[in-house]
């Protein structure tokens, strides 16, 4: 037996120390979940700042149910953070690359941090020990982390597995806790029985493939996924057109066996945060390295880009021109139950629409605005009701729940003119027309005609 196998046979697994990298969203919930889970963690991250907040129970981000399982394991010893790579892999059995990959506004991966996480492990860790990525990376990715530290360390014994992140903003917890299931991409029995230990207690369906397999999986699923939004968004559509109500054409397909109740084909806005363009485009990339088309792909994207504008869209064929509008937008965030900014829709038609010569007031409550430009090209208020007051449209962009119970004849009485635009259909479109909104969801069958204004709806 190796090393590595001699040390996880006889460590108990409470007592066995995991390191996790990265303190962002994915490494806090992991390293949280973990010491949740009876493991002793150790959270490393290079920014002082970020683990002198931590220590104190500070995150730097919401989610749901995070702060109580961060505080738990701090105090009941489980669970404490540090920016000292040195202290943080001394004696751990497993390390974990939890790094939240960053994408570009080109939604291309920017590795810097997960590549540079091999090179610390390549110093630092010890014979022995499992590493474990989990952070969305390209396929190939994890080959190059492992030919890092073997460069640097041709003896080290250590085992190896990419373990694609379960990480839904807003879910995080819930869904490292209880995923549909867990994929351990490794080629060696040993490191697959050492994840196996690692995440007992999590007992979901395992399913063990190659390296390899375990990255294209991630790719393929996430394609999968925005394949789905696309279809349903390309026939809200033509729902829109046509008279059709979208809605309802999705609730008869979630019937169909061969979909699913689950599958994504609610109609509303593109998908956005970056994280599934970020697959299709590796898996784009991927093709035009080995000569083959990826058709498909070329046009879930094209789709998505023209969908992320539909707000606009519709604003602009009720009003022609959006110069001199006040426009309210409700919600910041690319998704409910999370304060992150990043790549969200939001920004993206805000930006179209004070190009296009309207003033923008909005709303979240939950946004993080740190992650704002220092001078934002919109005014943030404190309520939905101050973003309503003088505004000539309304306009849903994030999901938040909170929004659902607004006193909307309320916001309807201080509006300039009464137009909603529901960007995700949460709202009942017969209340809101009952109220006096010219009510405007995604695929719900509704089309202003072209030059008509909304003080004359």
Known sequence: MTQREIRAWAAGLGSERVCVIGLWHLGLVTAACLADLGRTVIGLDSDPQLIEGLRSGRLPLFEPGLEELVARGIAEGRLWFTADPQEALAEARYAIIAHDTTVDERDESDLSQVMAAASLLAKHLEDGSTVVISSQVPVGTCERIQATIRHARPSLDFGIAYVPENLRLGQAVERFMNPDMVVIGSEDPATVNAVNRLLEGIDVPRVVVGICTAEMTKHALNAYLATCISFANEMANLCDEVGADALDVARALHLDRRLGPLAPLRPGLGFAGGTLARDLKTLRKLGQRNGRGTPLIEGVLRVNEQQNRVVVRKLSRLYGSLTGLTVGVLGLTYKPGTSTLRRSVALEIIG??????????????????????????????????????????????????????????????????????????????????????????????????????????
Request: overall charge negative.
């Open 352 to 457: 179209e629409l004070t190009a296009l010569g309207a003033a923008v007031k909005a709303h979240d409550p939950r946004a993080n605005l740190e992650e704002l430009p220092d001078t934002p090209s919109f005014e943030f208020c404190p309520d939905p009701y101050a973003v309503a007051d003088g505004s000539d449209a309304l306009v849903i962009v994030t999901e938040w729940p909170e929004f659902r119970g607004l006193d909307f004849a309320a916001l309807k009485k201080s509006m300039r003119n009464p137009v909603l635009v529901d960007a995700q259909n949460m709202l009942d479109a017969k209340e809101m027309a009952q109220i006096g909104f010219r009510y405007l969801g995604v695929g719900r069958g509704s089309v202003a005609p072209v030059g008509s204004r909304g003080d004359e709806a």
